[in-house]
């Protein structure tokens, strides 16, 4: 049986990402880069589908873990009958090869410890070649290669490297799982101590540069912070939606997809909040992503891009996989990357429009690209879609994706409307933003109902339309939005966090999407109800796990996190939530 999602933690060095859970077993990695194949599979299957676990061989007594101050270096403490260990676990950071190191210290007694460490690559299906060398054991298959250098005993059994060994007061015993690519040279010994000195050092000095007087709840905020740091490729500047794949929406359904690329979706919601953050170099780094992947052929774009803006994302299936909690299928790709999407390209427009505004210097191809987008949009924006949520269904005219075609005019006109040169491709534009304006308030609006509904002539609630103050299309005192609003919170509120959508009543049913949660906070707050917004943003972040990490979802019956872990979308939404609620700060809608 999976462990729950919450029951893990996050262990990353801008490359790629692990899950250490609270026994100490690391079920997931892949390597070389988040996108890539995963060489420990156990969060989807079981320990034989590749797992390194490291604990007491007796009986766990007591356990604890958390965070090293301000880190992604985590210590999990173990109490058994004759004594105690820390195992401390991290990702080093840094130009050499990616690596997982594991330090086991004793704190008390003599405590007996097992490693078993059990590769197996192509997402849990192939066992590699194990060979012995003089400081080492290597695993090696395909392209692959993975040393694992240790102070203890290294036994081989069954495609397995297991040690057992003892620790006593004051000792510490180190392992070191490194990848790199067969074909390269063997890595050299990583210095431990030295390692470990380098990545406290790293991850404190980046999240210093947060001021915590500009929020009410800073520890909510750094943690966040710092899990986003840890999605986002270094060396391109992607974030990454999620480390994983196929952790499910709804316990035992097929709401399982594949989360481990960079959404254009993300992009304002990520700008707003780095910049907001102070880190405009990640910031930067992002909107430069963004450039070169969409280029200048939005026509031609996708919802979401491999890491290096890759655009090959086939969807396929792990047969061999049963899935977290038999929930299946496992799917490697998204399937969704094809689908017509119109408010993504408004995404794009308004994260340069984000990024101006909060200080970066424009490119140079900035404005060719906005413009290419704009008259793209000219084109397409009456087609139907497949909307925000990325329904594999029959396309629809989703009042949420028209309103971000006007956000693109929006932040297009508003741009250019003082120069010259294009006045009269700026009055067509000004002109189509007021008719689609038009259009969303007259056709999105369900006056039977009182509320905006999910596409046009339809009577489904979206939390989605939260968005629309927030992006400044209305006001959320508007009487249209107030009603809205307050339509959302009684009918898709559970515990007060909020669903995208109603529950599926003919099979399992998703949970609470908790940056939705956020967006209410958010719009209570437009609206001056202070306490209101406050309470809100605490219910979510009162489902955060123990070491402050948050899921896609939350289920409330079934108290537990659901959905791809951790997400950055909900980490996003904490960062940005908490600033917005502390006082004046950069704002999609112009605040």
């Known amino acids: 049986m999976s462990r729950p999602i919450e029951d893990y933690a996050l262990l990353g060095d801008g490359e790629t990402a692990a899950l250490v859970s609270s026994d100490g077993s690391i079920d997931w990695v892949c390597w070389p880069r988040f996108d890539d194949d995963a060489c420990f599979a156990a969060l989807l299957g079981t320990d034989d589908n590749g797992h390194w676990a490291l604990s007491p061989v007796a009986a766990v007594q007591r356990s604890a873990r958390r965070y090293q101050d301000d880190t992604l270096i985590i210590e999990t403490d173990f109490d058994v009958e004759d004594g105690a260990v820390r195992v401390t676990d991290f990702m080093p950071v840094g130009d050499g090869p990616s690596s997982v190191v594991r330090m086991v210290t004793g704190l008390r007694g003599v405590v007996e410890m097992d490693s078993e460490l059990r590769l197996r690559f192509n997402y849990g299906e192939l066992t590699p070649l194990l060979d012995r060398r003089d400081d080492a054991a290597e695993a090696h298959i395909g392209p692959d290669r993975v040393v694992l250098r240790t102070d203890a005993q290294i036994e081989f059994a069954d495609g397995t490297l297991r040690s057992r060994f003892a620790v006593k007061a004051g000792d510490c015993v180190s392992f070191t799982m490194t990848y790199k690519r067969a074909h390269d040279a063997p890595p050299q010994q990583l210095d431990v101590q030295h390692a470990l000195h380098e990545t406290q050092r790293f991850w404190r000095d980046w999240i210093a ?77 992002w909107r430069d992503w963004l450039l070169r992947t969409v280029s200048i052929a939005p026509e031609r774009s996708r919802i979401m891009y491999r890491v290096d803006g890759g655009r090959h994302l086939r969807e396929w299936t792990v047969d061999w996989l049963p899935g977290h909690r038999y929930a299946k299928p496992v799917r490697i790709g998204n399937a969704a990357a094809h689908q017509h999407q119109l ?25 060719l690209i906005e413009t290419r987008i704009v008259e793209h949009l000219e084109k397409v924006w009456r087609l139907p879609g497949a909307g925000i949520w990325e329904a594999r269904a029959t396309p629809r005219h989703y009042t949420y994706s028209r309103v971000m075609v006007w956000v693109a005019l929006d932040r297009f006109v508003n741009r250019h409307q003082a120069g010259n040169a294009r006045s009269a491709m700026v009055r067509r534009f000004a002109v189509l933003r007021e008719r689609i304006r038009q259009e969303v308030l007259r056709e999105g609006w369900n006056e039977g109902l009182g509320t905006f509904t999910q596409y046009y002539g339809g009577e489904e609630l979206d939390a989605s339309l939260l968005l629309m103050p927030l992006v400044g299309f209305i006001s959320a005192d508007d009487p249209r939005m107030a009603s809205t609003i307050e339509n959302i919170r009684r009918e898709l509120s559970e515990e007060g966090l909020i669903r995208r959508h109603h529950r599926n009543t003919s099979g399992p049913s998703e949970g609470t999407f908790l940056a939705c949660s956020c967006w209410m906070a958010d719009c209570l707050n437009l609206q001056g109800r202070t306490l209101e917004a406050r309470q809100q943003f605490e219910r979510v972040l009162a489902t955060a796990n123990d070491v402050g990490l948050l899921s896609e979802q939350y289920n409330v019956q079934r108290r537990e996190l659901a959905g791809n872990f951790p997400q950055a979308l909900s980490h996003l939404a904490i960062v940005n939530t908490a600033l917005g609620l502390s006082g004046p700060s950069l704002q999609r809608g112009g605040g």
């Open 209 to 285: 540069r947060f001021d915590d007087s500009r929020t009410a709840w800073p520890q909510a905020v750094r943690r966040s912070l710092l899990t986003l740091k840890a999605l986002i490729h270094r060396r391109t500047g992607a974030i990454v939606a999620a480390p994983t794949t196929s952790l499910p929406e709804a316990p035992g359904g097929e709401l399982n997809w594949d989360y481990r690329y960079a959404w254009l979706r993300d992009t304002s919601f990520a700008m707003v909040a780095l910049l907001n953050a102070g880190f405009h170099e990640e910031a930067g780094a």
């Open 343 to 367: 408010d993504v390209l408004g995404e794009v427009i308004d994260c340069f429009d984000v990024a101006r505004r909060g200080g970066l210097e424009p490119t140079p191809h900035e404005d």
